[in-house]
């Protein structure tokens, strides 16, 4: 590759903005919010925690 060291860093620095400001937090509400809905449906099915 025959890039320039200025240009790639530019790259490298506009890459690692969209990974922790958009990114990681989309991913991290997404995950929570499976986690919620995960455990909503279970109790959907099987009744609240202690209710066996």
């Known amino acids: 590759m025959s890039t320039d060291p200025k240009s790639e860093k ?3 620095f506009k890459i690692f903005i969209f990974l922790t ?10 995950l929570v919010s499976a986690l ?3 455990i909503w449906f279970s109790q959907i ?4 925690p202690g209710a066996g």
């Not at 099915?45 to 609240?48: A, F, V």
């Open 10 to 12: 530019s790259l490298e």
């Open 21 to 30: 400001v958009f990114l990681a937090p989309i991913l991290s509400a997404l």
């Open 36 to 38: 919620g809905f995960t």
């Open 45 to 48: 099915l099987s009744g609240p």
